[in-house]
């Protein structure tokens, strides 16, 4: 199993930034993509922004340019940094473990709630 806790959301006004991070424990696959989804009220959830084992990302088209993810293999922490956010960024923002290999697992986080005011 893996543990993930998520960190640093909150209320930003438009324009503003928020860094939100990431530490997972308990055990780590050896291959694994982490990343953060969010989940606005009546949508579904969706990718944000990914980071692999071998050092490659991918954004959703709606965060490039403004979300920078950036990974600590060494303390299994990923972070999102959020800049220029906008009122259309406010969701609860879910942190993941995905195993890179044949029907690997995928880990959740509890969320935090990112609320960006006009």
């Known amino acids: 199993q893996v543990q993930l806790v998520e960190s640093g959301g909150g209320l930003v006004q438009a324009g503003g930034s928020l860094r939100l991070s990431c530490a997972a424990s308990?055990?780590?696959?050896?291959?694994?993509?982490m990343g953060w989804y969010r989940q606005a009220p009546g949508k579904q959830r969706e990718l944000v922004a990914r980071?692999?084992?071998?050092?490659?990302?991918n954004y959703a088209d709606s965060v490039k340019g403004r979300f920078s993810i950036s990974r600590d293999n060494a303390k299994n922490t990923v972070y999102l940094q959020m800049n220029n956010l906008q009122p259309e960024d406010t969701a609860a923002y879910y942190c993941?473990?995905?195993?890179?290999?044949?029907?690997?697992?995928?880990?959740w986080g509890k969320g935090t709630l990112v609320t960006v005011s006009s």
């Open positions: 308990g055990s780590i696959p050896i291959l694994y993509a």
């Open positions: 993941n473990v995905h195993e890179m290999r044949v029907n690997g697992m995928d880990y």
């Open positions: 980071s692999f084992s071998g050092g490659s990302t």
